[in-house]
Nanobody
Framework: QVQLVESGGGLVQPGGSLRLSCVAS????????MGWYRQAPGKQRELVAS???????NYADSVKGRFTISRDNAKNTVHLQMTSLKPEDMAVYYC?????????WGQGTQVTVSS
């Protein structure tokens, strides 16, 4: 079992920045990839960014150059630094951990981009 707890969401104006964090606990040695997904109202959940245990990253085209995912293995934490936020970035952001037998999700954190 893996438990994921997200933090850092909130309200930000367009052009602003936010940093999301996700702390993993439990069977963390089994985690291969950690990532952030988001789901806006009426839309499917989509991958935002992911990072492997070796540090390789992957980003959705819509966030490349604006978002940065990083991983602190010592603290079992993954961060998503979001800059130049746009109204279309508004969604519930979910932390995800992939293991050999499946995946785990956090509870989600709301990101609202509005003036």
């Amino acid at each position: 079992q893996v438990q994921l707890v997200e933090s850092g969401g909130g309200l930000v104006q367009p052009g602003g920045s936010l940093r999301l964090s996700c702390v993993a606990s439990g069977n963390i040695g089994s985690i291969n990839v950690m990532g952030w997904y988001r789901q806006a109202p009426g839309k499917q959940r989509e991958l935002v960014a992911s990072i492997t245990s070796g540090g390789s990253t992957n980003y959705a085209d819509s966030v490349k150059g604006r978002f940065t995912i990083s991983r602190d293995n010592a603290k079992n934490t993954v961060h998503l630094q979001m800059t130049s936020l746009k109204p279309e970035d508004m969604a519930v952001y979910y932390c995800n951990a992939k293991v050999s037998w499946g995946a785990y999700w956090g509870q989600g954190t709301q990101v609202t981009v509005s003036s």
